[in-house]
């Protein structure tokens, strides 16, 4: 059974390029969220996709974007990237029950460098 | 914004040793979990407890829940030099919110 699995591992990119992260996840989840974690920081939540659309969102700017697809699958798009954009992305998928948040399971992360 | 903070920061003792961590978190919850963090990678579920629960255990690892003063403790006893890495109290809102909102995390070594 696997797990979640994000990729690309590591990434880097210049200021104002464009960059999209995936994630597939934990088998029999329905539920995908994203976060961004600056170094020495706790995650932070981007927003969460469930039935194709966007659940729930954080205090992020409309250059960051999602999708959701199907298979449960999802994208996370970055516009014109900042340098302050570097981070590790996360990635977590979970089968969302009635009594709120189910346990969030976290991929290994993304790595986005910003030159 | 960061709901949860983790006390104290930083915390390194001794292999065999016990290690407490505390978090406290501003409103009402839902649930409350501690996650692992090693080296920056992804994060390792540790456990998951209810707002209606007061205390769970599982193998090494105790976790304590005080809603009214919004708090919880995560205790390792008899630690390893495995269990060197970041612990993340992590909550969720109450109807149904389905963020998760972290502290900033406490940085645990063991030495051997």
């Known amino acids: 059974d696997a797990g979640v699995t994000q990729s690309p591992t590591h990434l880097i990119k210049t200021r104002g390029q464009q960059v999209t992260l995936r994630c597939s996840p934990k088998s029999g989840h329905d539920t995908v969220s994203w976060y961004q974690q600056a170094l020495g920081q706790g995650p932070q939540f981007i927003f969460q996709?469930?039935?194709?659309?966007?659940?729930q969102r954080g205090n992020f700017p409309d250059r960051f974007s999602g999708h959701q697809f199907p298979n449960y699958s999802s994208e996370l798009n970055v516009n014109a990237l900042l340098l302050g954009d570097s981070a590790l992305y996360l990635c977590?998928?979970?089968?969302?029950?009635?009594?709120?948040?189910?346990?969030?399971?976290f991929g290994p992360g993304t790595r986005l460098t910003v030159l | 914004s960061q709901q949860g903070e983790e006390d104290p920061q930083a915390l390194s003792i001794q292999e065999g040793e016990n290690a407490t961590m505390n978090c406290s978190y501003k409103?009402?919850?839902?649930?409350l979990q501690w996650y692992r963090q090693n080296s920056g990678r992804g994060l390792v579920h540790l456990i998951l407890?209810?707002?209606?629960?007061r205390e769970k255990h599982s193998g090494r690892l105790r976790v304590t829940l005080d809603t009214s003063k919004k708090s919880s403790s995560l205790l390792i006893t008899a630690s390893r030099a495995a269990d060197t890495a970041s612990y993340f109290c992590?909550?969720?809102?109450?109807?149904?919110?389905?963020?998760?909102?972290f502290g900033q995390g406490t940085r645990l070594t063991i030495n051997p």
């Open positions: 407890i209810r707002s209606n629960e």
């Open positions: 996709y469930y039935e194709e659309e966007e659940r």
């Open positions: 992590a909550t969720d809102g109450i109807q149904g919110a389905q963020k998760l909102v």
């Open positions: 977590a998928s979970s089968l969302v029950g009635d009594r709120g948040t189910d346990t969030q399971y």
């Open positions: 409103t009402s919850i839902n649930n």
